[in-house]
């Protein structure tokens, strides 16, 4: 069981192009599927978790986010994962499977009769996630900071699309170099917006969910 802990910023799609050209080739570029599912009465998005079903590379990774805490910056919520095989992975998007029966440690207050429906796909989004090295201003006497970000451009289904800069902080202890951040863009010209909607969130908007 882990905490994720996450900045979104909203970028265009030049700002995005700027940033990626401005840091060079990037480290890892994946293509993404990202299926979210849930139960037909919707019990998990009531509760504000979101289930994501991930295709990256050919591995397959199931994914359950909490309700996220935090706005306008750094956000954090639950994060629990698991890998799952190809034929585990058919048998969920078919409908097959019950959220107990996921191979994730399910949190307490999902364990009741309302969420023991089997699960169905909600639908898909498509991304492209370039992941670069941000050199971060230092302060004086403090070396620059490297931070390792995500570019992810997605595609929702109805054609949409949109690029958002995606920083983790793992660190807890750690305050997040915010002011560095900022100053960053600020010297490419990028306008500091904060995303606070998930992509699952924006995924539901989209679909009228």
Known sequence: MSIERELKLTLTEAEAALLAAAFGPPLHTFRQRNHYLDTPEGALRRRGYGLRLREEDGDLRLTLKGPTRGTGGMTERLELEAAISRDEA???LAGGRCLAELPLPIPDELR???TSGHLRELGMIENQRRVIRLPLPGEPPRQPIEVDAELDRTR??????????????????TPFPEAAVRELLSRHGI???PGTKSKLARFLERTGR
Do not use: A, F, T, V
């Open 90 to 92: 058919r048998d969920l």
């Open 112 to 114: 009741d009769p309302s």
């Open 156 to 173: 929702y289904p109805d054609g949409s699309i949109e690029n958002e800069l995606e920083i983790e902080w793992p660190h807890p202890e």
């Open 191 to 193: 306008p500091w917006r």
